[in-house]
C-alpha cells in the first residue's frame, strides 16, 4: 500500500492517454505521443518502435498476458502495474508494482492502494490507477471494442493463424487467450465515467472509428490540440 500511495494525485490536473491494443492504432499517426504522459496496455510493447512512442506507465493484469510477455515486460523501463492474479509471473522491483484486486460489489476504485476492480477489461484498470493519479482529462485511443471470436465470453482459446483483434497479427498469434467480455465491459465503462464526471473530469474517446458508445467521442489530434490551449 505504501509503494501505491506515492502514486496518489502525482498528475494532478494534467492530462494523460491510455493506448489500448485495438487494430485501428495501425490507422493512426502515434509519434504525437512523444510528448504526451501516456499509459499503455499489455502487450503494447510489440508495437513500440513501429509506433514510436514508449510509455510512461504499463497496465497488465491479465494472468495469460504477463506470463506470455513477461522477458519484455520485465525489460521496458517504464513504471508497470501488474494485477495481482498475474503477480507471480513478474516480481515486484523498482519498475514494477502489484495491484491487489477487488471483487463485488466494488466496480470502480478510487484507491489502487487498497484494490482495483479488473471489470472485464484492462482499460477499467487504467482508468482507475489514471484517476487515482489525478488526471483531469483521460483520452482513450485503441479502443476498437470489437472481436472476431468463436465461444463464449472469458472462455480460454487457443488462436492459431494472425490475431486480427490486435494491432499486431502476432499478438495472440499460436498463444492461448481468453474471450474478451464487451457486456461487462460496458458496465465497467459507465462507472468509470460517472466517477469521473462526479469528480469534474472527462473520458474523451478518440478512437478511430471505434464501436463504443459510452464515452464522449473526439478526434485524436484535435482533443490534443485542444488540451493545451
Given at each position: 500500500m505504501r509503494r501505491l500511495a506515492r502514486f496518489r494525485n502525482l498528475h494532478a490536473g494534467q492530462r494523460c492517454?491510455?493506448?489500448?491494443?485495438?487494430?485501428?492504432?495501425?490507422?493512426?499517426?502515434?509519434?504525437?505521443?512523444?510528448?504526451?504522459?501516456?499509459?499503455?496496455?499489455?502487450?503494447?510493447?510489440?508495437?513500440?518502435?513501429?509506433?514510436?512512442?514508449?510509455?510512461?506507465?504499463?497496465?497488465?493484469?491479465?494472468?495469460?498476458?504477463?506470463?506470455?510477455?513477461?522477458?519484455?515486460?520485465?525489460?521496458?523501463?517504464?513504471?508497470?502495474?501488474?494485477?495481482?492474479?498475474?503477480?507471480?509471473?513478474?516480481?515486484?522491483?523498482?519498475?514494477?508494482?502489484?495491484?491487489?484486486?477487488?471483487?463485488?460489489p466494488d466496480v470502480f476504485s478510487t484507491d489502487i492502494a487498497t484494490g482495483v476492480r479488473e471489470g472485464g477489461t484492462v482499460t477499467h484498470v487504467a482508468l482507475q490507477l489514471a484517476y487515482y493519479m489525478?488526471?483531469?482529462?483521460?483520452?482513450?485511443?485503441?479502443?476498437?471494442?470489437?472481436?472476431?471470436?468463436?465461444?463464449?465470453?472469458?472462455e480460454k482459446r487457443h488462436l492459431e493463424g494472425p490475431d486480427v483483434n490486435h494491432f499486431s497479427p502476432d499478438y495472440f498469434s499460436g498463444c492461448d487467450w481468453q474471450n474478451p467480455d464487451l457486456a461487462q465491459s460496458e458496465v465497467s465503462y459507465k462507472a468509470a465515467r460517472a466517477a469521473y464526471e462526479a469528480a469534474g473530469r472527462q473520458i474523451i474517446d478518440a478512437t478511430v472509428e471505434g464501436a463504443c458508445t459510452v464515452f464522449r467521442k473526439a478526434d485524436f489530434r484535435q482533443s490534443l490540440r485542444q488540451a493545451r490551449r
Open positions: 492517454v491510455i493506448v489500448c491494443n485495438g487494430p485501428s492504432l495501425n490507422a493512426m499517426d502515434l509519434t504525437v505521443l512523444q510528448s504526451e504522459v501516456v499509459i499503455g496496455l499489455n502487450k503494447i510493447h510489440l508495437g513500440l518502435k513501429r509506433f514510436g512512442f514508449y510509455p510512461r506507465y504499463l497496465v497488465a493484469v491479465n494472468a495469460l498476458v504477463v506470463e506470455q510477455s513477461r522477458a519484455a515486460l520485465a525489460a521496458m523501463t517504464c513504471i508497470k502495474f501488474i494485477g495481482g492474479r498475474a503477480a507471480g509471473h513478474l516480481p515486484q522491483d523498482a519498475f514494477t508494482h502489484h495491484l491487489p484486486i477487488l471483487g463485488p489525478g488526471f483531469a482529462e483521460v483520452i482513450l485511443i485503441g479502443m476498437d471494442h470489437r472481436y472476431d471470436f468463436a465461444g463464449t465470453p472469458h
